[in-house]
């Protein structure tokens, strides 16, 4: 045994220094079993030449990790079919430096099993030129975790055939540098389960220009993450058309940045629709052509990643399909570079979407085409966004499709750039809820397209709006559609604006809203055409408005037509300033004292008879003196006495006695106290120039003028018997009767009206028959200031009618001692007015009483009545069964008649009988006497 063991070992040492020795043939001609304990040292020193004669056999029996010996220099030498013999675990064992010179016949040869050995660091380190033999097959066959060590001169070696059949699960493992050297010509041999493998890192390395060979981008979502701009451009349409949902959704924002309107067409609906909002905001806008009716139609929020350029160049075809939410959601600027009529291709469920800050950013063109459905649909809210120029190039049809809250929200400014053909298609409706300040924004040209719907419901409060240069364009024809609450709310300034021609076409109830302020402010030209029924109804306070210039030229045939109260307000120069021929044609009945007063006294003078009777009476108090000495004495004749008296006293005197003759006598006649007492400087010239039927008495004045005598008013004239008939009751009352008695033939000789001028220091000088001369005519024309004078018996020889025409008032301030020897006949004649004026202290006096009936008691007031009750109770029955009678001294009667009584029983009838009769006849004699 322990021989055999040295020859075993001998023959080992033998056979290792054998194997380095050995050449093609001699290994040929080895035993199989020779290699089943060849060890890699072993293998790793035959030399290489000799591996020709490696035979089939002689591998399929070498231990496995014997081939980690194999070297790169021995490889080459291996016989095609030798080669076929290398199992998977030998290809796994072998060295991966041996690799580098594996033949292209080699490498072709290498079956499946054999491929399947290799591991990623063996195919890192294979001969690139030989990898050109790899068949599809084999290819297949390599291990996905192999697949790790591919290189690119590796991967470009490949056939097409074979890159096309590179299993997903491999091209997941394959470095991504490698993709940068892959052709056009092998990426279009991948489907999509290939496409699908690759991930982000292979994809952002692929060469761009191999991806024009793809035949879809069906890149998975991680793959999608990794593409470049350049990668998509280079894409064919039809590629471009097999994006999916996810793998857009992964695409880096700047993906698209050189995406074509080719591509994009092509890009399926669910697939754009998914297309984030920042990758639009990148998308290349010269793509945007190429966007289709369906794609856009699909797109709602993420219609905001679309910029201005972007929508300028979407075919104004596809705009038909835009949703409103996409419109909503797309950016304030969006529509800035929107060409002129690719809105107008929007269906009108898209205008609601619009927002103010889209239109107020919009291209001025933008809104051009858009029918008048479309505009209805813009929502009010976006209304706020309308400028100037957008709304300018409008159409004009379009107008018509505007909503009152839509342009209640617009901007004011924008009313300023609407054309004349566009203001005509405005509805009135919309018209009349526009604001004033939106009126007062309209150019002129288009103010002259309103028409007379418009202006007739314009909004009472939009007319504060009107500026002059609108209303002076407004078209003629529409001015009667004005209302009064229009007109009202039109600013004072802006009033002028109508012009001549305007006003005189304004409705007739127009003139009844005319302030002062109005008035004020119109051009002098104002109304130099105006018809007569207008002015007259423009309110008279209103006229306080009116200008000298304004008032003098309304046109002659209308100024007959100013009311008196608008007379009456007008600035008191204005009619001063008026020529005569204007001034004669007014309504005089307005004209007021100041106004009276500043008239130029040639005016005065002209003034016609007619407007002299027009004047109210109150404004002669304002007559300068000048005025007054220029009224002609025909104008003075036509006086009225009302007008006469209101004549300032201390300004009559201006009037000469020739103009003062030329007052009518019922004018004189009413001349005042203050008067006739300033009129008295004329002396005897002015008492003498009146006859007593011209200057008959005014109770109130005549009153006035004899209180003013002397201390206002002299005495200083005196008459003579022939100048009765024609004395005056001025010139009796100014006059020093130096003595003369008032006699019988001094009464019944002056007129009824001159006792009105007794003073009553006078009335002493009236004698007993110059008292019962006195008429009824002249008993009714005594004053107080005379009547008071006058004594018991003056009193009781009045004449019993001209006792009945005293006036009441004298009566009411008689006084018992006057009243003493009234009598019975004076008494009975009394008139119901004086039976009430009657003093309750005259019945103190119970004779006084007496002579009163039931029926003239009735009308005693109730103070009177008072008294005479009293005396009718103090009254007690005679003897006879008559009724008492009140004498002078009833006291004295009872007296006597107790006495009768007492002495008639005491000293005898006869006697005291006789003497009680003759007492009391006395007594009732005198009484009668009174």
Not at 76 to 82: G, Q, R, T
Not at 191 to 203: C, E, F, G, I, W
Not at 466 to 479: D, S
Not at 550 to 574: E, H, K, M, R
């Amino acid at each position: 045994m322990r021989n055999l063991f040295l020859l075993t070992l001998l023959f080992a040492a033998c056979s290792a220094q054998d194997w380095a020795k050995l050449n093609s043939t001699t290994l040929s001609q080895l035993n199989a079993t020779d290699f089943t304990t060849l060890s890699a040292y072993n293998l790793s020193i035959i030399p290489p030449s000799a591996f020709e004669g490696y035979t089939i056999e002689q591998i399929r029996a070498t231990d496995a990790p014997a081939f980690q010996g194999l070297l790169s220099t021995q490889l080459p030498y291996v016989e095609l079919p030798s080669i076929t013999a290398l199992s998977s675990e030998q290809a796994s064992n072998t060295k991966p430096s041996a690799l580098t010179t594996i033949t292209y016949e080699q490498t072709a040869a290498l079956n499946a099993s054999t491929l399947s050995g290799f591991n990623a660091t063996h195919f890192s380190l294979w001969n690139a030129t030989a990898a050109a033999a790899l068949s599809p097959a084999q290819v297949g066959m390599i291990s996905a975790a192999a697949c790790t060590g591919f290189n690119s001169l590796l991967l470009s070696q490949l056939s097409n055939d074979s890159f096309a059949v590179i299993p997903p699960a491999c091209i997941k493992n394959l470095p991504a540098p490698v993709f940068t050297v892959v052709s056009p010509v092998q990426l279009s041999t991948w489907d999509s389960s290939r496409v699908s493998a690759l991930n982000k890192a292979q994809v952002s390395e692929l060469n761009t220009d191999a991806a024009a060979g793809l035949k879809g981008a069906w890149f998975s979502a991680d793959g999608a993450s990794g593409v470049k701009p350049l990668l998509v451009e280079k894409l064919t349409p039809t590629a471009f058309a097999a994006w999916s949902v996810e793998a857009v959704r992964a695409l880096p924002l700047e993906a698209f940045q050189l995406v074509s309107a080719e591509q994009l067409t092509r890009l399926a609906v669910p697939t754009f629709a998914a297309l984030s909002i920042p990758l639009l905001q990148k998308t290349n806008t010269s793509a945007a052509p190429g966007v289709t009716a369906d794609q856009i139609g699909a797109l709602n929020v993420t219609c905001a990643g679309f910029n201005a350029e972007f929508y300028s160049k979407i075919q104004y075809t596809t705009l038909r399909n835009i949703s409103e939410g996409c419109i909503f959601n797309s950016q304030p600027t969006a529509f800035s570079l929107m060409p002129a009529g690719n809105l107008a291709n929007l269906s009108l469920t898209s205008y609601p979407g619009f927002t103010a800050d889209q239109l107020r950013n919009a291209s001025y063109v933008a809104l051009v085409g858009v029918s008048a459905d479309g505009i209805n649909r813009i929502s009010d809210a976006a209304a706020a966004g309308l400028r100037g120029l957008l709304v300018q190039n409008i159409y004009p049809e379009s107008f018509k499709g505007f909503r009152v809250l839509q342009l209640q929200n617009a901007p004011d400014d924008i009313f300023s750039f609407i054309r004349r053909e566009q203001a005509e298609y405005i509805s009135d409706f919309v018209i009349a809820g526009l604001r004033a300040s939106q009126i007062n924004n309209f150019n002129v040209e288009a103010i002259k397209a309103l028409n007379q719907l418009q202006i007739e419901d314009l909004n009472d409060l939009s007319c504060k709006g009107f500026k002059v240069e609108q209303l002076a364009n407004l078209n003629l024809n529409v001015l009667g559609n004005i209302s009064v609450n229009c007109f009202t709310n039109i600013t004072d300034e802006a009033v002028r604006g109508f012009g001549a021609n305007g006003f005189p076409l304004l409705s007739l109830d127009i003139f009844s809203a005319f302030t002062a302020s109005k008035l004020g402010n119109l051009s002098l030209d104002s109304f130099n055409l105006i018809r007569g029924e207008q002015i007259s109804r423009i309110p008279g306070q209103a006229c306080s408005g009116f200008t000298s210039p304004v008032f003098d030229g309304i046109n002659l045939a209308a100024i007959s037509n100013i009311t008196q109260q608008c007379i009456s307000a007008l600035q008191p120069p204005i009619l001063a300033s008026l020529s005569i021929d204007r001034f004669s044609r007014i309504n005089c009945t307005g004209i007021t004292g100041e106004q009276l007063s500043l008239l130029d006294p040639t005016t005065i003078k002209n003034v016609t008879l007619l407007c002299l009777s027009q004047l109210v009476p109150q404004g002669f108090k304002f007559l300068t003196a000048e005025q007054l000495s220029n009224m002609t004495d025909l104008q003075l004749a036509n006086l009225s006495w009302a007008q006469a008296q209101q004549i300032a006293p201390t300004r009559i005197t201006a009037l000469t006695l020739s103009q003062l003759a030329a007052l009518e006598p019922a004018v004189s006649s009413a001349l005042t106290a203050d008067q006739l007492g300033n009129l008295t400087v004329y002396n005897r010239n002015f008492v003498d120039l009146y006859t007593p039927e011209a200057l008959e008495p005014h109770r109130d004045f005549a009153a006035d003028f004899v209180r003013k005598i002397p201390a206002e008013i002299p005495i200083f004239s005196n008459f003579t018997i022939d100048q009765y008939k024609n004395l005056t009751w001025v010139k009796l009352a100014v006059s020093d009767l130096q003595g003369a008695k008032l006699s019988k033939t001094f009464v019944s000789t002056v007129s009824a009206g001159t006792l009105a001028g007794l003073r009553g220091d006078q009335v002493s000088a009236l004698d007993e028959e110059g008292v019962k001369a006195i008429s009824t005519a002249q008993a009714s024309n005594l004053l107080f200031t005379s009547f008071q004078n006058f004594t018991a018996g003056q009193v009781s020889w009045l004449a019993p009618e001209a006792f009945a025409s005293l006036n009441p008032m004298l009566l009411e301030y008689s006084t018992p001692s006057q009243m003493v020897n009234v009598t019975q006949d004076q008494l009975k004649l009394l008139t119901d007015a004086q039976l009430a004026a009657l003093p309750a202290s005259l019945f103190k006096d119970c004779n006084f009483a007496k002579f009163f009936n039931s029926t003239q008691v009735d009308h005693l007031n109730k103070d009177a009545k008072d008294g005479y009750e009293s005396c009718k109770d103090r009254e007690t029955p005679t003897t006879s069964g008559e009724e008492k009678k009140d004498t002078p001294d009833d006291d004295h009667l009872k007296g006597g008649q107790i006495a009768l009584i007492v002495l008639g029983s005491l000293a005898g009838v006869a006697l005291i009988a006789s003497a009680v009769y003759y007492f009391v006849k006395r007594n009732r004699a005198e009484y009668q006497a009174i």
